[in-house]
């Protein structure tokens, strides 16, 4: 049912008929908003590449479809498409295997997706790279909702493995951004450092020297647009007295640290100023540890570096669990065995490996996914889960025909204590 290989040669011909059943309008409109806050805040610009990745490579397809008029070039054999093709290919592959009714709600599903909505189109993602992850190794996966005309009030999982233990394998999905559980989301960020830059740039442009800047706020920024402001120039009070030291005002504390800025500037030149690479000297620089941080060079040679920071811990696993707590007692029927897939948009492969090695380790402590997991399936009110996978941030990618995927992480929970224990369930994900 699910297309699991994608050619190059296909896709002006993917393109043409997914634009034709979805309306090229979702993602045209879609990267012309985000352009335009762009223009507005250039800060954003990673942040809404991410974010609309897949409305961005869309735009790109339908730029290469009105140059070569539809023929295959190879102008389509760039892998920055092929998140987009791939996509579209596996969409149009579960609309022609669709009732009418379930068709019709899977193409509004996807048109809104894409438009307006990026957390249900990477729940959407999840679902289809689970589903592949399954076909792949030869088993039967149906999409419940496909096969219920009528879907309201019913406990309907995202996918189902029919030939998986004695009464199958229900499976639900869930994709959690990079933000989640943050008291200070990425965009809040990049807004509150666009603020500073743009409102002080005519002084700050002058700074000669290198300064790290951590502002923390009791829990999160205020949301009234005056009061920010108010903080921005706070900021840029402390910045500019080029000093090492902190000030405080009510519930927020500005702590700035004065460094060379040479050294900075060689690695941002080496690194193209890719955030990854630069991740490590950045937390170094401000003693913060996954915080969204920006860097900015003077017109004088100087850096500035702000990041921002709550006195309230992050709290992603309070936020995960209560999610699938939620699903386990509400999406599954209870009758057959079930499973929790959490997908992480932000936790690289390598990061979780190393959880995961961690958490193998007899002397050492145990982490808080392996904690909070292994407390989320002995609850006796979740008999019929059989176990929770978390999966990195590229596991399950579709493949590309002649294209080595990067691979991902799974980390698997099995509950083999559950009344719907099968063996078959061990080792589904590797």
Known sequence: MLALELHCRDIPKIYARFSREIGERSWVKRVSCVKEEIKGNPFLESYHHQESSIAFQLVQLNELQQRFGGFASMAYNDHHLYQAASFAMQVLSVIDASSRVFADRFRARVRD?????????????????????????GRKVTWPEMSCQDV????????????LGPLGLELECKSFAEDTGRKITRREALEFFWLVRSNHWKKLRSGTQGIAMVMTVNRKLPTAHKDRIELAQLVASQVLSGQTGALESGDVKVQTQCFDPLPLGLELSKTGGKPDQLRGTLEKLTGTVNKETVVISTEAGGALIMAIKSKEDDSLMDKIVRTLKCSASAQFTGKRAGMMVAGFQGLSAEQLLN?????????????????????????????????AVFLSSSSLRPAVADIQDSGGTAYNFPKRESPFWSDEFSGLFG
Do not use: W, Y
């Not at 309201?152 to 030939?163: I, V």
């Not at 958490?359 to 889960?385: C, M, V, W, Y």
């Open 113 to 137: 997706c894409i438009s307006t909505n990026p957390a249900d189109l990477r729940a959407l993602e999840l679902e289809l790279r689970t589903a592949t992850h399954f076909l792949r190794a």
């Open 355 to 387: 959880i995961a090695t961690h958490d193998q380790d007899p002397d050492a402590a145990p982490t808080e996914l392996r904690l909070r997991a292994s407390r989320f399936l002995g609850s006796k009110n979740r008999d019929h889960i059989v176990g």
């Open 152 to 163: 309201e009030g019913k406990r309907l999982c995202d996918l189902l493995m029919e030939d």
